[in-house]
């Protein structure tokens, strides 16, 4: 099984496509990728913490949803991804009108970047390696937050 530094490894490398440019017209690929953000970065967690890991997301989901673990905050963020990208992959003739920006906003602004959050929280990963994600609710263009202090002047 990969260690924690190889999921955040991958983590950090589809986020980069995330980011991309590549993705503007293919929204349905965009929030493909933005699941696999939070596949690794739980992963991440998962290795770092000794907990159960899994080769399927259907073990991940039945372990991430018990409401007897602490990861049940991860969970209500993760399950909209999933289905997000499950829909994005199999409904074909919609997905990329399922997709409009406000949508992508709230999956990849919100969903991801709370997994995001909890799991940069919970094991020694830099923050500043992963700014903040802001997605534009009409353009879908997406920039990323300065998480630095600005500098003063003397």
């Given amino acids: 099984m990969p260690t924690p530094s190889e999921h955040i490894n991958q983590w950090k490398r589809n986020r980069k496509l995330l980011l991309s440019e590549a993705l503007v017209d293919y929204p349905e690929w965009r929030i493909t990728v933005a699941f696999y953000c939070a596949v690794h970065a739980v992963e991440a967690l998962l290795a770092a913490r000794a907990l159960p890991r899994f080769q399927d997301h259907a073990g991940r989901n039945r372990f ?3 409401q007897g673990n602490k990861l049940l905050q991860i969970w209500h963020s993760y399950k909209p991804l999933f289905d997000a990208s499950h829909d994005a992959r199999y409904a074909c003739p919609d997905a990329a009108r399922r997709f409009p920006p406000a949508v992508q906003k709230q999956l990849i602004q919100a969903c991801l970047q709370h997994i995001e959050g909890a799991v940069i929280a919970a094991i020694p990963v830099p923050r500043a390696e992963f700014p903040l ?22």
Avoid: R, S
Avoid at 133 to 154: D, M, Q, R, S, W
């Fill in 64 to 66: 991430l949803g018990d």
């Fill in 133 to 154: 994600i802001e997605v534009h609710a009409t353009t879908g263009k997406i920039t990323l937050k300065n998480l630095e202090a600005p500098e003063t002047t003397p």
